[in-house]
């Protein structure tokens, strides 16, 4: 891939969501995900499977398990323009408390040519990250942790300052301990090997050569260091692996059949191809699902699929993986900016129909979407395997809006269909807020 390509997509990329109709919903797309756009930035020429032989966007396919009327309607023809901007394909799932409408459109697999259904897996980057908490939380309930525990009483000696650092900054993002994601270095070296397999300790010694950006608990940053340190304290304090918790305290319990913490690069069923399109690679459309996500770890490494995220988050949010006291803590939020508030490993988003809870995830080739409402009645899910470049970021935009009214029962406001992209707004993840931030339940 071009180097010069991709550090433009990078900027066309960012810029099209900071310039959002929508930004406190898709901003966290752009910044607040395991990687975002940023992991096709700094590179030269990364040894990865070969472009799908001057293949365009593939064909689209519509697959719809029941109807949701006109909601329904427009949600297509978001998912159908998206792929026209250039994705390889878009899946969602809608459940208004009444009806739930699976849709997928494109394709799953560009050479040879695969209808993409509702089903495939798809890589969900820092959606892993609710599940990290979940276990987290678990154990406090259980006595094995406190939110009050620091990073130095479980992790010696492996974060500058780790007395003052707990597993609750970790949780909600306000350690200030730098962000590994963000070290470009970091990524040339992901990208000149990506099939490597990084092991935690790498990646936070990435993070702690850089400076903090800010004394504990007084800013907020989005960080997936902290993730990866909360992997290391769930398994020491376990004797388990992270792979083995995932399975043990929410896959098998809620019967995810789809969903599963990846040790390598390898999928376990049907699955959609991730891709980059010809704008960033510069020739045709390069399949990265065989990268390895091994540099993600707990924060971003988990595959699942639509079903299967609507009933984890369902089950979360309505009790059944957390007592109410452990809910209301992980719903308890810091709040970075207007309209935007984050929790435990879980966060809230203003949309033009209503608030909603859950998390987002981007790893090369995928960007995921999971909203809910705060009691877990209803829940939208959006997943396109395919790397934004500004026109495809664009578009999903419109997915993600259309999907969220649809699980309110409400069409797009016109003032938000309409309103020209035009004010700036801000990147939660990519800029500290000012200290003293605001605590809400």
Not at 277 to 298: F, K
Not at 322 to 328: D, E
Not at 380 to 394: C, E, G, H, K, R
Request: aromatic share 8%; glycine share 8%.
């Amino acid at each position: 891939m071009p180097r010069d390509l991709l550090e433009d997509s990078v900027k066309k990329y960012e810029s099209s969501f900071s310039m959002s109709v929508v930004p406190r919903l898709v901003a966290t797309l752009a910044a607040a995900s395991v990687v975002a756009i940023a992991a096709l930035a700094p590179s030269s020429a990364a040894t990865a499977a070969p472009p799908a032989r001057g293949l365009g966007a593939a064909p689209a396919t519509v697959v719809s398990a029941s109807s949701g009327g006109g909601r329904t309607a427009a949600l297509e023809a978001a998912m159908q323009a998206t792929v026209e901007a250039g994705a390889t394909g878009v899946s969602a799932m809608i459940d208004d408390g009444d009806e739930v409408t699976r849709l997928a459109v494109g394709s799953a697999q560009l050479d040879p040519l695969i209808a993409l259904r509702p089903t495939d897996q798809a890589r969900v980057g820092s959606i892993t990250k609710t599940a990290i908490a979940v276990i987290a939380l678990q154990l406090v309930g259980e006595g094995t942790l406190t939110l009050g525990d620091t990073i130095e009483s479980w992790l010696p000696g492996m974060v500058p300052n780790g007395g003052s650092i707990t597993i609750r900054m970790l949780l909600n993002h306000t350690s200030g301990i730098f962000n590994y994601t963000d070290d470009s270095d970091f990524f040339a070296s992901v990208l000149a090997d990506p099939y490597r397999h990084w092991r935690p300790r790498e990646v936070i010694a990435v993070a702690v050569s850089h400076p903090p950006l800010f004394p504990p608990g007084t800013s907020w940053s989005y960080s997936n260091t902290g993730y990866i340190l909360l992997g290391l304290v769930l398994q020491k304090a376990t004797d388990e692996s992270i792979s083995d918790l995932v399975r043990q305290r929410v896959v098998r319990p809620l019967d995810l059949d789809n969903t599963y913490f990846a040790n390598s690069a390898r999928f376990r069923g049907s699955y959609a191809h991730g891709y980059a399109p010809p704008s960033v690679t510069g020739d045709g459309y390069q399949d990265l699902s065989r990268w390895s996500p091994s540099w993600a770890w707990a924060a971003g490494s988990l595959v699942s699929n639509p079903p299967d995220l609507a009933r984890f988050y369902q089950a979360l949010l309505s009790g059944r993986l957390l007592s109410p006291a452990l809910l209301r803590t992980m719903t308890t939020t810091v709040s970075p900016g207007p309209g935007f508030a984050y929790g435990l490993g879980i966060f809230a988003l203003d949309t033009p129909c209503g608030r909603v809870w859950g998390h987002d995830g981007g790893i090369p080739g995928y960007v995921s979407f999971a909203m809910n409402t705060i009691e877990g009645t209803r829940s939208a899910v959006v997943l396109m395997p395919t790397q934004p470049d500004s026109a495809i970021a664009s578009a999903v935009e419109e997915v993600l809006v259309t999907a969220a009214c649809a699980m309110f029962r409400q069409p797009v406001p016109a003032v938000a269909a309409t309103a020209p992209r035009t004010a700036a707004m801000p990147g939660f993840a990519r800029h500290p807020v000012p200290a003293g931030l605001r605590l809400s339940d």
